[in-house]
């Protein structure tokens, strides 16, 4: 559909708005005004993702306001003192972890702290995950979310990851939402992967290309890491504690930085088994399943020495995960934990009572017979 947006601002009359005219030989006018056109896919069409990128005065926001009025999100200051995870509406608390999973804020300790003291990045996707939330609980059956400014505050690394982050949240049926990415960094653009882009940097006006980019790949390297590389991502685990002395330990690597850690131990009283202690990806990374991957990297490294793999978590997102890939396969599912206190050699262990756990054995690749 072609949208055409006209607006007028009005030029009050002073001492310096007439030496500014006389300064530059500008036209005295009551006001100022600009008309912006573009062909826009309707809401109606179909499309999962769009995009409408162009510099600042080119009148992005103004055309995306004009043809999707009823979807434009705006944002609200957060309160100051209380934990994000209060301040994100009244959805089941399953949805609400759930979205901030899928926007690629998957660390419960940042969930407990005011949005105040996040980085920046992570604020990103605070209020990127409150404006989902938003669109799942409007009026109406049409589902879809026009986000302005989008990553234009955030370092330009976590811009992209968050963008496939959406978008991969998006096109798996995790988020049922559509969504319009308003910005002026054309960097994100093949990261969000758009059926449609709005491009109104162009001298010659807008152009409307509905060819659907592909996101570029994410390399990383695995390596074995000594475990004081733990304290880099200790904070950012949804569990206390340590690292078992007996671990082996290893980080996925990008651009010669560790993003990703994950832990391997035996099991106690159980010879040739060992299981994944701890995954944790780091904030700037999360999203793209990385964890997931080192994770099976892992666990292929501990069968190719003759172990069998297991992984028990409590979190959602690796639950999730661990699920639906056919490399893994559900052991058992406690919704309440581990009840019974564990005990090994006169020591106890610390279990998991009070919150659900599962647990997954790693079968590595397998082939299905026709």
């Known amino acids: 559909m072609q949208c055409t947006v006209s607006v007028e601002s009005p030029v009050r009359d002073s001492f310096r708005v007439?030496?500014?005219?006389?300064?530059?030989?500008?036209?005295?006018?009551?006001?100022?005004?600009?008309?912006?056109?573009?062909?826009?896919?309707?809401?109606?069409?179909?499309?999962?993702?769009?995009?409408?990128?162009?510099?600042?005065?080119?009148?992005?926001?103004?055309?995306?306001?004009?043809?999707?009025?009823?979807?434009?999100?705006?944002?609200?200051?957060?309160?100051?003192?209380?934990?994000?995870?209060?301040?994100?509406?009244?959805?089941?608390?399953?949805?609400?972890?759930?979205?901030?999973?899928?926007?690629?804020?998957?660390?419960?300790?940042?969930w407990l702290k005011p949005h105040s003291v996040l980085s920046n990045g992570e604020k990103f996707r605070c209020e990127l995950a409150r404006a989902l939330l938003t669109t799942a609980h409007s009026k109406g059956e049409e589902k879809l979310l026009v986000f302005d400014e989008f990553t234009s505050l955030v370092d330009r690394q976590v811009a992209k990851i968050a963008s496939a982050a959406i978008s991969r949240s998006i096109r798996s049926g995790k988020l049922n939402c559509r969504f319009v990415a308003v910005t002026c960094h054309a960097d994100v653009v093949p990261w969000l992967e758009p059926d449609w882009v709005l491009d109104l940097s162009q001298p010659a006006g807008s152009q409307l290309s509905r060819v659907r980019l592909r996101r570029p790949q994410l390399q990383f390297r695995v390596t074995s890491v000594p475990k004081k590389l733990w304290q880099l991502f200790a904070r950012h685990h949804y569990l206390s504690g340590g690292l078992n002395a007996a671990s082996s330990c290893f980080a996925a690597w990008h651009e010669e930085q560790p993003i990703a850690f994950c832990a391997l131990v035996p099991v106690l009283g159980k010879k040739g088994q060992k299981r994944i202690s701890r995954i944790v990806t780091l904030p700037d990374y999360q999203g793209l399943g990385i964890g997931l991957r080192l994770a099976e990297r892992v666990a292929e490294f501990g069968r190719a020495l003759g172990s069998r793999v297991s992984i028990t978590a409590s979190h959602p997102a690796v639950i999730g995960a661990c699920r639906q890939s056919p490399r893994w396969q559900l052991r058992s599912f406690k919704p309440l934990g581990n009840l019974g206190r564990q005990r090994f050699e006169q020591r106890v262990i610390v279990g998991s009572a009070g919150r659900g756990v599962a647990s997954f054995e790693y079968l590595g690749e397998r082939i299905t017979k026709e």
Do not use: N
């Not at 944002?75 to 690629?104: E, S």
């Open 18 to 110: 007439r030496q500014i005219i006389g300064m530059f030989d500008l036209p005295e006018k009551k006001a100022w005004g600009e008309t912006f056109t573009a062909d826009i896919p309707a809401p109606g069409d179909e499309w999962s993702i769009g995009c409408i990128v162009g510099p600042s005065g080119s009148g992005k926001s103004t055309l995306a306001r004009a043809a999707f009025p009823d979807h434009f999100y705006e944002a609200q200051p957060w309160p100051r003192q209380r934990a994000v995870i209060d301040c994100l509406g009244a959805a089941p608390i399953q949805q609400i972890t759930h979205t901030l999973t899928a926007v690629g804020l998957g660390s419960p300790p940042a």
